[in-house]
């Protein structure tokens, strides 16, 4: 399991050195205890083809230690990454999250976030 951790964080760093992104760490008396990576998503040429005039930034992974939620860690990432956006010209936040997360998505939505598209699945 920590061979896929330092994969996925290699991918992680990967994608945001590519896309204009950033990754903040959130510290408590140098420890670290959460942290929020995002990029500026690029528009597609269909998008561009239908005159979509918008920049997102897209918010790709968001984590607090578990022994710090609750304590507005996650709300001071999100608006530090939603700055960074208009700091480059965004116009749109977008993040993912997982269905069963409620509490993430409770706090995007205490956040301004609404829910904008559903992806369904099904196990075959």
């Known amino acids: ?24 760490i959130a510290e408590r008396q140098g420890e670290a205890i959460g942290l929020i990576a ?19 930034g897209v918010v790709l992974e968001l984590f607090v230690d578990a022994r710090h ?14 700055a960074y956006f208009r700091k480059k ?9 997982f269905e069963p997360n409620v509490k993430a998505h409770k ?6 976030y609404v829910d904008r598209v559903i992806f369904m699945t099904k196990k075959l």
């Open 1 to 24: 399991m920590t061979e896929y951790g330092a994969d996925y964080t290699r991918r992680i760093l990967e994608t945001v050195r590519k896309n204009q992104g950033a990754v903040y």
């Open 38 to 56: 995002g990029i500026i998503a690029q528009q597609s040429k269909e998008e561009l083809l239908e005159c979509v005039l918008s920049k997102d």
């Open 69 to 82: 939620r609750r304590q507005k860690v996650g709300t001071a990432l999100m608006r530090r990454m939603e």
């Open 89 to 97: 010209g965004c116009n749109a936040s977008r993040v993912e999250v």
């Open 107 to 112: 706090l995007y939505g205490k956040l301004g």
